[in-house]
């Protein structure tokens, strides 16, 4: 009887997204960071009434979250205007005022954990220590600041406490593919894996008792498994792999003495429940596709924040009654549902070595396709494209584009050989890849070669550049979103805890000038011939405003089309709803401008 007018632009970003989230011991409250008001803040539900009211009214993003075992006050890291220098403070339950705890301007803290009775916080902090950072003991009674350990050889973080909290979990990350744990006990640091100097990873680590400890870890395997480390005796051991998959979480579930253990396999994640005693695995259905955090409560219940290729964040809990999951929050995109949304296909090709690469492709409706497809290398490099919702690519595909997001060789999630083939190589293998994405669509999938466009953030933003530069035929026009433009510069202006992986991570830029220059976006500046948009945050501590600064200057000087918009207010990203919304409207202005 009625026809609605089509969505606007501004519906897909009306919808919202979840940072963190903690439940309180007591079960009676759920804590989130969610952007609901437009900028991050903290809200909660009572579990009895589910209806979300403010905690805080800072409008930041939060970097950590914990609750007091006693249910009396909460623990939460805030940043400014994305700049990620999170400072801690504490809270009470009902939201209000907040405490600082630790607040040092310029200086990067990160949560750890609280002693049972609440009175000690082990957290991790950039001061005096800025390259390899420091492990800290904050009394919270005494208000004294207690250095338990200063960072060496990687940057070195506090990760889990003993349950007697005599000892402790550190990490030390020497490169993304490099990463190793260690317990702290009596003055003396021993590594979980038998050999620190052999390149492995190590994921997530749990206490199931004060001498037991449960790992994920790549230790002389491709895929993450689980092992065991005794704390007493310094025995090692393998204890589950799943083959195809890489454990990446691991937690315990004391009431049950089992582990929960949730996976990843390219492009999506799976959960399961082992029982080391009798070595039973037995895998749980789940509601979402891509899961970002598990926890589990003292009582033995499940909770899951996780997404979908179609779902936005929601956060989710387990009834085992019924081996269903009910969901504790329902953001959704107002007037679209599910079914209306592009889900992707995985598509897999073979690259110019015959490397084999796993690709996501999303179609409008075919309607509205416009036949048009946009190239989106992903951030990280050692990250992936995955089935996670992303309001953008939903708005794409509702607008009429095909998106095209190949995983590349270097992405996370398919082993670490995979993911070491980026290191020292940033701009050939991977972009032949991207180029192989492409004719792979041209040959198969009837795409027009006339009407691909490119875009990325990050590493993504970078590839985007490094495209356009050695291969301008290709595109139409290109959008870069905070991308490196020059591996000199690039190296030297990274957060200082990065520069220890700078190395095997990109190079040096004495020993690999060569490289350095072939691999630089700048270096291709005049074959730089199409329409470009160049967005980047003013606080960005990752890829620096330096970046876009330089490559748009130099375009200019050498007349190229090429539009910049900088977001006084952001970092690495858009925390903040009025700027995605405007973001989202421009990149969707000029694609529809240059089809
Ligand atoms: C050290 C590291 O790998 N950092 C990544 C998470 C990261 O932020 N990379 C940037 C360059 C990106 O592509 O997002």
Same mark, same amino acid.
């Given at each position: 009887?009625?026809?609605?007018?089509?969505?606007?632009?501004?519906?897909?970003?009306?919808?919202?997204?979840?940072?963190?989230?903690?439940?309180?011991?007591?079960?009676?409250?759920?804590?989130?960071?969610?952007?609901?008001?437009?900028?991050?803040?903290? *809200?909660?539900?009572?579990?009895?009434?589910?209806?979300?009211?403010?905690?805080?009214?800072?409008?930041?993003?939060?970097?950590?979250?914990?609750?007091?075992?006693?249910?009396?006050?909460?623990?939460?890291?805030?940043?400014?205007?994305?700049?990620?220098?999170?400072?801690?403070?504490?809270?009470?339950?009902?939201?209000?005022?907040?405490?600082?705890?630790?607040?040092?301007?310029?200086?990067?803290?990160?949560?750890?954990?609280?002693?049972?009775?609440?009175?000690?916080?082990? $957290?991790?902090?950039?001061?005096?220590?800025?390259?390899?950072?420091?492990?800290?003991?904050?009394?919270?009674?005494?208000?004294?600041?207690?250095?338990?350990?200063?960072?060496?050889?990687?940057?070195?973080?506090?990760?889990?406490?003993?349950?007697?909290?005599?000892?402790?979990?550190?990490?030390?990350?020497?490169?993304?593919?490099?990463?190793?744990?260690?317990?702290?006990?009596?003055?003396?640091?021993?590594?979980?894996?038998?050999?620190?100097?052999?390149?492995?990873?190590?994921?997530? =680590?749990?206490?199931?008792?004060?001498?037991?400890? $449960?790992?994920?870890?790549?230790?002389?395997?491709?895929?993450?498994?689980?092992?065991?480390?005794?704390?007493?005796?310094?025995?090692?051991?393998?204890?589950?792999?799943?083959?195809?998959?890489?454990?990446?979480?691991?937690?315990?579930?004391?009431?049950?003495?089992?582990?929960?253990?949730?996976?990843?396999?390219?492009?999506?994640?799976?959960?399961?429940?082992?029982?080391?005693?009798?070595?039973?695995?037995?895998?749980?259905?789940?509601?979402?596709?891509?899961?970002?955090?598990?926890?589990?409560?003292?009582?033995?219940?499940?909770?899951?924040?996780?997404?979908?290729?179609?779902?936005?964040?929601?956060?989710?809990?387990?009834?085992?009654?019924?081996?269903? *999951?009910?969901?504790?929050?329902?953001?959704?995109?107002?007037?679209? /549902?599910?079914?209306?949304?592009?889900?992707?296909?995985?598509?897999?090709?073979?690259?110019?070595?015959?490397?084999?690469?796993?690709?996501?492709?999303?179609?409008?409706?075919?309607?509205?396709?416009?036949?048009?497809?946009?190239?989106?290398?992903?951030?990280?490099?050692?990250?992936?494209?995955?089935?996670?919702?992303?309001?953008?690519?939903?708005?794409?595909?509702?607008?009429? $584009?095909?998106?095209?997001? /190949?995983?590349?060789?270097?992405?996370?999630?398919?082993?670490?050989?995979?993911?070491?083939?980026?290191?020292?190589?940033?701009?050939?293998?991977?972009?032949?890849?991207?180029?192989?994405?492409?004719?792979?669509?041209?040959?198969?999938?009837?795409?027009?070669?006339?009407?691909?466009?490119?875009?990325?953030?990050?590493?993504?933003?970078?590839?985007?550049?490094?495209?356009?530069?050695?291969?301008?035929?290709?595109?139409?026009?290109?959008?870069?979103?905070?991308?490196?433009?020059?591996?000199?510069?690039?190296?030297?202006?990274?957060?200082?805890?990065?520069?220890?992986?700078?190395?095997?991570?990109?190079?040096?830029?004495?020993?690999?000038?060569?490289?350095?220059?072939?691999?630089?976006?700048?270096?291709?500046?005049?074959?730089?011939?199409?329409?470009?948009?160049?967005?980047?945050? =003013?606080?960005?501590?990752?890829?620096?405003?330096?970046?876009?600064?330089?490559?748009?200057?130099?375009?200019?000087?050498?007349?190229?089309?090429?539009?910049?918009?900088?977001?006084?207010?952001?970092?690495?990203?858009?925390?903040?709803?009025?700027?995605?919304?405007?973001?989202?409207?421009?990149?969707?202005?000029?694609?529809?401008?240059?089809?």
């Amino acid at each position: 009887m009625l026809t609605f007018p089509k969505a606007d632009v501004s519906q897909f970003f009306r919808t919202y997204s979840i940072q963190n989230f903690a439940v309180s011991p007591n079960e009676e409250q759920l804590v989130f960071s969610t952007n609901l008001s437009g900028d991050y803040n903290l *809200w909660a539900m009572d579990m009895n009434q589910r209806f979300p009211y403010p905690l805080t009214s800072m409008n930041q993003s939060n970097h950590g979250l914990i609750y007091d075992s006693n249910n009396r006050f909460i623990i939460a890291a805030f940043d400014h205007d994305g700049d990620e220098n999170a400072q801690l403070y504490a809270l009470p339950p009902e939201g209000g005022a907040l405490l600082p705890i630790q607040v040092n301007e310029g200086e990067r803290h990160m949560v750890g954990e609280l002693s049972e009775d609440g009175r000690k916080l082990y $957290y991790t902090s950039t001061k005096n220590n800025a390259a390899f950072l420091n492990i800290y003991c904050y009394d919270l009674k005494n208000e004294t600041d207690e250095l338990l350990l200063k960072g060496s050889e990687g940057a070195t973080t506090f990760t889990t406490l003993s349950p007697e909290e005599d000892s402790f979990l550190l990490r030390k990350h020497f490169a993304n593919t490099h990463s190793c744990m260690y317990v702290h006990r009596d003055g003396e640091t021993t590594a979980i894996t038998p050999d620190a100097s052999v390149q492995h990873t190590v994921e997530s =680590a749990v206490y199931t008792s004060n001498e037991d400890i $449960y790992f994920a870890t790549t230790y002389k395997e491709d895929f993450s498994y689980l092992a065991h480390f005794h704390v007493q005796t310094g025995a090692f051991s393998k204890v589950l792999a799943i083959p195809g998959e890489s454990i990446v979480e691991v937690k315990a579930d004391q009431a049950s003495g089992g582990l929960y253990l949730h996976s990843s396999q390219g492009v999506t994640d799976k959960l399961y429940h082992y029982h080391p005693e009798n070595n039973d695995l037995s895998r749980l259905h789940l509601s979402v596709e891509v899961i970002d955090k598990v926890t589990v409560t003292k009582a033995g219940n499940l909770y899951i924040l996780g997404r979908g290729s179609t779902l936005p964040m929601n956060i989710f809990k387990y009834g085992k009654d019924d081996a269903n *999951w009910k969901a504790l929050t329902d953001f959704r995109v107002p007037g679209i /549902p599910r079914e209306q949304m592009s889900e992707p296909a995985t598509i897999s090709y073979s690259s110019f070595d015959g490397t084999e690469i796993e690709a996501l492709y999303f179609t409008p409706d075919s309607a509205a396709d416009n036949g048009h497809v946009i190239l989106w290398p992903h951030g990280g490099p050692q990250a992936a494209e995955r089935k996670f919702f992303r309001a953008m690519f939903q708005m794409l595909t509702y607008e009429g $584009y095909r998106i095209l997001a /190949p995983n590349f060789r270097g992405s996370s999630n398919y082993g670490l050989a995979f993911m070491k083939m980026v290191e020292g190589d940033w701009g050939h293998g991977p972009r032949l890849d991207n180029i192989a994405a492409i004719d792979y669509l041209i040959d198969h999938y009837n795409v027009d070669p006339d009407k691909i466009f490119l875009m990325g953030g990050s590493y993504g933003g970078y590839m985007a550049l490094l495209l356009h530069g050695r291969h301008p035929d290709y595109f139409k026009a290109v959008i870069d979103i905070f991308g490196v433009s020059n591996l000199f510069s690039f190296v030297h202006s990274v957060p200082d805890f990065w520069k220890p992986i700078m190395k095997q991570w990109v190079g040096d830029p004495v020993e690999d000038k060569e490289r350095f220059t072939r691999d630089s976006p700048i270096t291709y500046l005049d074959q730089m011939t199409k329409p470009m948009f160049v967005i980047q945050g =003013a606080n960005d501590p990752r890829v620096v405003k330096a970046e876009s600064d330089q490559i748009v200057d130099q375009l200019r000087q050498n007349n190229a089309e090429v539009k910049y918009l900088v977001l006084e207010d952001e970092g690495h990203g858009f925390s903040k709803k009025s700027n995605e919304m405007s973001v989202n409207r421009e990149i969707l202005a000029f694609l529809n401008d240059h089809l």
